[in-house]
């Protein structure tokens, strides 16, 4: 018997299928919205819409999918294409159906742009900055025009960089966000202005781009009738995971790709939306609808599919005590009677002890590593973790923030490759420059200025004066650009030269070259992963892959291992067990986002995220002993934080209440008063 080709549409419920088979066949619907809570399958009935139009006939190659990360991009290309698969039978063009264009806004981005630059009067050759990247630029400029020196009250290349992206994010004037976000720069509107058209130069110059220009020129693209046609005629459909945490710009991208919205389809939750810090607004997805005419069609959901009802309620909980009002009402029908719990440990130390422990009895209960995830407010949170991990060899893979690739030997090895890329890059020819022994900031920026303008930059580096203790690098360093900028290598072996080129310089200037020196045979490993130069630098830059216990920071493949991830970087994902650290005020809400309601109530959303992750075991860790720093009026004060202000006594009955380890439940190491504390800290600092 045929199976039946839509027993992919009998997997999901009434309103599921409804999103997936909105429209019909033929022509593009009109725009659809699904707005609904954690786990009810948001992005699963993104995957089947995508998979349906392909089954349905749509061009894969036509086919827009934007996410929010690579992972999740890869995840449901993935998803997708097994359901194609699934309804292959029988009609051979669909099995090997490959959708060519899904992403982060970023990486189509820049893809686009690399094909459209010339008509936009872009190089095609740019190299991207990234972060780092942009504020050592923007410093650059900062100090080519004396504001670097002006007291030392101007702000600093981070904050600058964090006001420049601010603007170009909301497309909002520098004032006012000057006025909303950073009151303490508004004296320095003008200068900032400065400072701001000077890095906007340097850029054009260099033909480097920062991370917000993939938006902005995008954006540009877009509102070019001539081009926004071409490239809105290209994708039939635009489908956006997570749009709660699109900015205005990613909104009026998506917008003049489909005027009229016929083809978009959004999803996505407010009560998750947990990046207004950087820009993204949740009026996107309020205002999606209204935006049309005739206005998108809504689609809500309210069954959970992840979760434990327990661990659902726990998490109503905690979203219902939000000042606005996200008014969904989720149930789940798997039931159970384990209860979330609220682990008091007595400080870090112990919580890692716990931690491990508590993974490793899981284990042996047959719940995979990999298959759970210990969850922080941020990075440096899982320290003690890490360290913990490490001495009893139980491998992890952290999610958000690669340390590798910041470290300055593996900046170095990527900037020579950068330079040669595009020589008009000046932070990366800034950095390879200063590797020559002799060579400073004075005279590395003197070979920069001579270099400017020039068309064949091998040749005019012929010419370049060293100091006399930079002969013999020098020569070197021509030899390899000769090699690499006429393109007598093929690619991975490109990557080979660099690191033969670099050991020397390696040895001389680090201690632990050694150690340093496996970092680039892991990078080497990484390039050759990659089909070209370009694509390697560019998808490196933009969504830098995660970093191991292995040393390496090469993902381990095929081994079993616990998952460590930012709340920020686990959005989207689900595991069987979730633990999240340092559950006290001061981690979660972040004391560095207590200064307005706005702040607090976006880090209610942040621990909301954090527990919808929990798919069967949940738990809540709280140290009775963990310093935070509190500013007061003359200098600061250490206290000791309690337990997380979103889940208050009132709320006890939701959870399990532990103590660990269990036999200090008899008198719990009690903190010592506040005042002794403090005391303490006033005996120090009279040292000091
Ligand atoms: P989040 O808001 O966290 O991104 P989401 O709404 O995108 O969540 P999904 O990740 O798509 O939710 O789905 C959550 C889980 O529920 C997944 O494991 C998914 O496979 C499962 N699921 C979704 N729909 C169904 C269904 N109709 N039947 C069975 N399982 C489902
Ligand atoms: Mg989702």
Known sequence: ?????????????????????????????????????????????????????????????????????????????????????????????????????????????????????????????????????????????????????????????HTCLAIYSAVVNTLAPLGEVLQKRYPWCLDWEDDLKRLFRAYVEAKQAQHVLDYDDLLLYWAQMAAEPALAQEIGAHFSHVLVDEYQDTNALQAS?????????????????????????????????????AQFTPPARIVTLERNYRSTQPILAAANGVIARAAEGYGKSLWSERESAERPQLVSVRDETDQA???????????????????????????????????????????????????FLDAAHVKDALAVLRWIENPRDRVAGFRVLQLMPGVGPKTAAQ???????????????????????????????????????????????????????????LERLHGDAEVRQGDIVQLAQIARTYPSRQRFLTELTLDPPDATSDEAGVPLRDEDYLILSTIHSAKGQEWSAVTLLNAVDGC???????????????????????MTRAKDHLQIVVPQRFYITQQQGYGDRHVYAGRTRFIPPGMAELFETRVWPEAAAQPAASPPPTEFVELLSKMKAMWK
């Not at 990486?107 to 942009?134: C, K, M, Q, W």
């Not at 607090?600 to 942040?606: C, F, V």
């Open 1 to 157: 018997p045929d199976p039946d080709p839509h027993a992919y549409l009998a997997r999901l419920n009434p309103e599921q299928r409804c999103a997936v088979e909105h429209g019909g066949v033929g022509e593009p619907a009109g725009p659809l919205l699904v707005i609904a809570g954690a786990g009810s399958g948001k992005t699963n009935v993104l995957a089947h819409r995508v998979a349906h139009l392909v089954a349905e006939g749509a061009d894969p190659g036509s086919i827009l999918l934007l996410t929010f990360s690579r992972r999740a991009a890869e995840e449901m290309s993935r998803r997708a294409e097994r359901i194609v698969r699934q309804v292959a039978v029988g009609r051979p063009h669909l099995a090997g159906a490959k959708l060519a264009w899904a992403g982060t806004f970023h990486s189509v981005g820049a893809r686009l742009l690399r094909d459209y630059a010339p008509r936009i009067g872009l190089n095609p050759a740019f190299t991207i900055h990234d972060r780092e990247d942009s504020a050592d630029l923007l410093n650059l400029a900062r100090h080519e025009l004396a504001l670097a020196d002006t007291a030392k009250r101007f702000p600093r290349k």
């Open 253 to 289: 991208i998506v917008r003049a790709l489909k005027p009229d919205g016929r083809g978009v389809t959004v999803v996505g939750d407010d009560a998750q939306s947990i990046y207004a810090f950087r820009g993204a607004t949740v009026k996107n997805i309020l205002d999606f609808p």
């Open 353 to 403: 002890a716990f931690v491990v422990e508590d993974v490793l009895a899981r284990r042996e209960a047959g719940i995979a590593l990999k298959q759970q995830a210990v969850l922080f407010r941020a990075s440096q949170h899982s320290a003690t973790l890490e360290i913990e991990l490490t001495r009893r060899n139980i491998p992890f893979v952290k999610f958000g923030g690669l340390k």
């Open 447 to 505: 070979v920069l200025d001579l270099l400017a303008g020039v068309q064949d930059v091998a040749m005019a580096l012929r010419e370049v004066r060293v100091p006399p203790a930079a002969a013999q690098a020098w020569q070197d360093f021509l030899a390899l650009v000769d090699a690499l900028y006429n393109r007598e290598l093929p690619w991975p072996t490109e990557f080979e030269a660099i690191e033969t080129w670099y050991a020397p310089h």
């Open 588 to 610: 979660i809400p972040s004391d560095l986002a207590t200064g307005s309601p706005q702040e607090i109530e976006e880090e209610r959303r942040l621990l909301y995220v954090a």
